[in-house]
C-alpha cells in the first residue's frame, strides 16, 4: 500500500501505478480513496473552530502540459 499512495503523491497516473505494482485498477483506486477519507478525518478531528482574517496559500497544484 505504501507504494501505491507514495507514487500518486509523486504524481503518476492510477493506472500507471496498477501496472507497476501489479495490482489491479480497482484497488488501486481503493486505496487510494480510503488513505483520502482516513486523511479527512484526521484533519476535521484536529482542524476545528480556526478564526482566520487572511488566508495564504504556498502551493498551487497544476497538471504539467501535454507534449
Known amino acids: 500500500m505504501g ?6 503523491v509523486k504524481g503518476s497516473s492510477l493506472r500507471g501505478i496498477s501496472c507497476t505494482v501489479n495490482f489491479s485498477y ?3 483506486v481503493s486505496l487510494v480513496r480510503a488513505a483520502s477519507q482516513k486523511g479527512q478525518m484526521i ?7 480556526l478564526e482566520t482574517s487572511q ?3 504556498d502551493e498551487f497544484w497544476s497538471s504539467p502540459p501535454k507534449k
Open 3 to 8: 507504494m501505491v499512495l507514495l507514487a500518486n
Open 26 to 28: 480497482n484497488t488501486v
Open 43 to 49: 484533519h476535521n478531528a484536529h482542524v476545528q473552530n
Open 55 to 57: 488566508i495564504s496559500s
